[in-house]
């Protein structure tokens, strides 16, 4: 029997750990595309211009929809999400453009970690 991408979505969270797979995915998915179009606008040119521009669509098409054809609620993930989310953007930040978070940026992630943590633990 064929799986179509949202039934296999499905059963991949209907567990905790294929969940946070999922999230992990699409929060990649989202900051690789969002730095895509950071190298579009302001690093490349010509033709490289317009490879950053697919690959940023194609990226973030990806996310919205690994985190839109799965039957869950959403928002009641969403402080892992952007957990998730912050922590990969800082990692593409580095890889792809060497930068380095500041004080400003650890101390803020700190709070946008311990807010997830508390939207995740004192959910009803």
């Given at each position: 029997?064929?799986f179509?991408?949202?039934?296999?979505?499905?059963?991949?969270?209907?567990?905790?750990?294929?969940?946070?797979?999922?999230?992990?995915?699409?929060?990649?998915?989202?900051?690789?595309?969002?730095?895509?179009?950071?190298?579009?606008?302001?690093?490349?040119?010509?033709?490289?211009?317009?490879?950053?521009?697919?690959?940023?669509?194609?990226?973030?098409?990806?996310?919205?929809?690994?985190?839109?054809?799965?039957?869950?609620?959403?928002?009641?993930?969403?402080?892992?999400?952007?957990?998730?989310?912050?922590?990969?953007?800082?990692?593409?930040?580095?890889?792809?453009?060497?930068?380095?978070?500041?004080?400003?940026?650890?101390v803020?992630?700190?709070?946008?970690?311990?807010?997830?943590?508390?939207?995740?633990?004192?959910?009803?």
């Amino acid at each position: 029997m064929a799986f179509s991408m949202r039934q296999l979505l499905d059963q991949i969270v209907a567990h905790r750990s294929g969940a946070l797979l999922v999230l992990l995915l699409a929060a990649f998915f989202e900051a690789y595309g969002d730095s895509n179009f950071q190298t579009a606008l302001y690093r490349s040119s010509g033709i490289g211009r317009v490879m950053a521009v697919v690959v940023g669509a194609v990226s973030l098409m990806a996310y919205g929809l690994v985190v839109n054809a799965p039957r869950w609620e959403f928002g009641r993930l969403l402080g892992v999400y952007v957990v998730l989310f912050f922590l990969l953007a800082q990692v593409v930040a580095r890889v792809r453009f060497g930068q380095t978070p500041s004080l400003a940026v650890v101390v803020g992630g700190g709070l946008i970690v311990a807010g997830g943590v508390i939207i995740t633990v004192c959910r009803k």
